[in-house]
């Protein structure tokens, strides 16, 4: 009887500890969104009036496309090919409006840097799996 107890009390916590890591911390998530608008505002090299008027339209692009994959994540059986085309739709939507702040060349640039800093991203994670993404070592 106190084995199975036993087992029982390690299973959920096994459970969860299981649960806990797969929750993202709300710091590294914030961590991770200054290093993006970073990465992106030194590609674009954006003046102050040009900031201004993209951030915002970019907020509202980012909510998009996260409700976006937040839904097809949530959606078991979803086809990948209409989850591409949803996001895809989405930059296309956002596309003018970028155009009309920056002009063409660098919304080009902008998809281009959206998408090396995810690779960058994940190379980090892939490279470092057993420390924390965002934390520096210490150079003693």
């Given at each position: 009887m106190k084995q199975i107890f036993t087992l029982i009390v390690f299973s959920f916590i096994f459970l969860a500890a299981n649960a806990q890591e797969q929750q993202p911390d709300p710091k590294t998530e914030e961590k991770i969104q200054a290093m993006e608008v970073g990465y992106i505002s030194q590609k674009l090299n954006l003046t102050t009036e040009?900031?201004?008027?993209?951030?915002?339209?970019?907020?509202?692009?980012?909510?998009?496309?996260?409700?976006?994959?937040?839904?097809?994540?949530?959606?078991?059986?979803?086809?990948?090919?209409?989850?591409?085309?949803?996001?895809?739709?989405?930059?296309?939507?956002?596309?003018?409006?970028?155009?009309?702040?920056?002009?063409?060349?660098?919304?080009?640039?902008?998809?281009?840097?959206?998408?090396?800093?995810?690779?960058?991203?994940?190379?980090?994670l892939k490279s470092s799996p057993q420390r924390p993404m965002l934390q520096r070592r210490n150079r003693n």
């Open positions: 040009e900031a201004q008027k993209f951030w915002p339209i970019y907020n509202d692009y980012k909510k998009d496309i996260n409700q976006a994959l937040r839904t097809f994540r949530n959606t078991p059986d979803a086809d990948v090919l209409d989850r591409d085309q949803k996001i895809i739709d989405i930059r296309k939507k956002y596309r003018d409006r970028f155009i009309g702040i920056i002009g063409q060349p660098r919304v080009n640039t902008f998809f281009r840097a959206e998408g090396d800093f995810r690779k960058a991203l994940m190379n980090r």
